[in-house]
């Protein structure tokens, strides 16, 4: 019901734009979020916007990624720029209904993940 996709291999401080495509179901009313997961790394918080719009960022990336959601098209996206080789990951997007944003467990749906690669 989630699908992610955008990933690819890019070089330090290139950009790109993850989008996380939402079907059978609407999630106009649920937050949504980012999640990565690094070789040998537990998975961690990217990003989350709220129904409202509200928007929520980790420390390693804010100011750098912009997260955004189009509820017409039931779309999110997270624009990703000045990339870093830490910022490789499997990313992943997630959906759900409760306050609690930035914790795996709170979201219901996830969509399989999306490889960024970021070379040196």
């Known amino acids: 019901q989630l699908q992610a996709s955008g990933g690819g291999l890019v070089q330090a401080g290139d950009s790109l734009r993850l989008s996380c495509a939402a079907t059978g179901r609407s999630f106009t009313n649920y937050h949504m979020g980012w999640f990565r997961q690094a070789p040998e790394k537990e998975r961690e918080f990217v990003a989350a916007?709220?129904?409202?719009?509200?928007?929520y960022y980790a420390d390693s990336v804010k100011g750098r990624f912009t997260i955004s959601r189009d509820n017409a098209k039931n779309t999110m996206y997270l624009r990703m720029n000045s990339l870093k080789p830490e910022d490789t990951a499997v990313y992943s997007c997630?959906?759900?209904?409760?306050?609690?944003?930035?914790?795996?467990?709170?979201?219901?749906?996830w969509g399989q993940g999306t490889q960024v690669t970021v070379s040196s």
């Open positions: 916007i709220r129904w409202s719009g509200n928007t």
């Open positions: 997630a959906a759900g209904p409760r306050n609690i944003m930035t914790i795996p467990g709170a979201y219901d749906y």
